[in-house]
C-alpha cells in the first residue's frame, strides 16, 4: 500500500515507469506569462501603481488558494503574478528614470508622432571619453575600418 500508484499501474501492464515518454517544459509558461506581462505594458503603458496593487491582490489570492489546497486556483495565481512580475520589469526598464536622466530630455511633446524630430543634445565634456573598439568577432562587419 505504500506504493506508489504509477508503480502500481506500470507492474500491471509490465511497463517501465522511467520510459515515460511524455515530455515536460515547466518554464514555457513562466515565460510565457513574463512575456505577456512586458507586452501588456508596451501595448498598454500601464502605471508601476497598476502593477504592483495587482500584485499584491494576486499574492493574496495565491496564499488564500494555497492554504486551502486549491492547486490549480494557486497555479493560475503565480501565472498571473509571473506576468505582473515581467510588466513590472518592462515598466520600470522603460518609463523609470531619475530626474537628471538623459532620456527625460528626448521625450517630444506628442508621443502618437509617428515620425519623430530629430533631437540635438549640446553639452559640456567634464572628461575624456573612454571609446572602445569592439573585437574582431564583435563587430558585424570586421572589414570595416574603425
Not at 26 to 36: E, G, K, W, Y
Not at 61 to 70: D, H, L, Q
Request: proline share 5%.
Amino acid at each position: 500500500m505504500n506504493e506508489s500508484l504509477s508503480l502500481l499501474t506500470a507492474q500491471a501492464t509490465d511497463q517501465d515507469p522511467a520510459q515515460n515518454t511524455r515530455e515536460r517544459s515547466p518554464a514555457l509558461s513562466i515565460l510565457v506569462c513574463f512575456s505577456a506581462g512586458i507586452l501588456l505594458d508596451a501595448w498598454f503603458q500601464l502605471s508601476l501603481v497598476f502593477w504592483i496593487s495587482i500584485s499584491i491582490a494576486v499574492s493574496v489570492a495565491w496564499v488564500i488558494s494555497f492554504r486551502a489546497y486549491w492547486n490549480s486556483c494557486s497555479t493560475i495565481a503565480l501565472l498571473i503574478l509571473t506576468a505582473c512580475l515581467g510588466g513590472m520589469r518592462h515598466h520600470e526598464f522603460w518609463f523609470c528614470h531619475t530626474p537628471h536622466h538623459i532620456s527625460r530630455l528626448l521625450i517630444n511633446s506628442s508621443q502618437e508622432e509617428e515620425h519623430a524630430p530629430l533631437i540635438r543634445v549640446i553639452g559640456v565634456i567634464c572628461h575624456k571619453p573612454q571609446i572602445k573598439t569592439p573585437a574582431d568577432e564583435e563587430q558585424i562587419n570586421p572589414s570595416q575600418p574603425t
